[in-house]
């Protein structure tokens, strides 16, 4: 048994963002474009087999990470990746907007909630 929270394949109940579009959804890999407002985050998770890819297109985005701890500012044109089983957090660091594309892959999506509080 472990204390491991249960891996969803949709999470878009967890967090509000301005705008989602998928650009791309193939099996085993998609591409996600979102926008999020100064207050809106993807709260802390991390995926079981697949690496997110982000590349900011308007905005600043910093990504929280765990194990090792990091702090990583992205500006329009950045683009950072963060490996399977790495917990992350994003937010926005801009005083507007901000928008982003997330390339997953490759593997099945999941997405494993954490307990905030824990990070």
Same mark, same amino acid.
């Given at each position: 048994?472990?204390?491991e929270?249960?891996?969803?394949?949709? =999470?878009?109940?967890?967090? %509000?963002?301005?705008?989602? %579009? $998928?650009? =791309?959804?193939?099996?085993?890999?998609? #591409? #996600?474009?979102?926008? #999020?407002?100064? @207050?809106?985050? +993807?709260?802390?998770?991390?995926?079981?087999?697949?690496?997110?890819?982000? $590349?900011v297109?308007? &905005? +600043? /985005?910093?990504? $929280? /990470?765990?194990?090792?701890? %990091?702090?990583?500012?992205?500006?329009? &044109?950045?683009?950072?990746?963060?490996? *399977?089983?790495? *917990?992350? /957090?994003?937010?926005?660091?801009? @005083?507007?907007?901000? @928008?982003? /594309?997330?390339?997953? &892959?490759?593997?099945?999506?999941?997405? +494993?909630?954490?307990? %905030?509080?824990?990070?």
């Amino acid at each position: 048994m472990t204390d491991e929270p249960e891996p969803l394949k949709d =999470a878009s109940h967890l967090y %509000e963002v301005e705008r989602t %579009e $998928y650009h =791309a959804q193939r099996p085993g890999f998609r #591409i #996600i474009e979102l926008q #999020i407002s100064p @207050t809106q985050n +993807v709260p802390w998770h991390f995926h079981s087999q697949i690496q997110d890819t982000f $590349y900011v297109i308007e &905005g +600043v /985005l910093k990504i $929280y /990470l765990q194990d090792p701890q %990091e702090e990583i500012t992205l500006n329009a &044109g950045e683009t950072y990746s963060v490996q *399977p089983r790495r *917990p992350h /957090l994003v937010t926005n660091a801009a @005083t507007s907007s901000t @928008t982003f /594309l997330v390339l997953q &892959g490759i593997g099945e999506y999941d997405f +494993v909630p954490l307990n %905030e509080e824990a990070h």
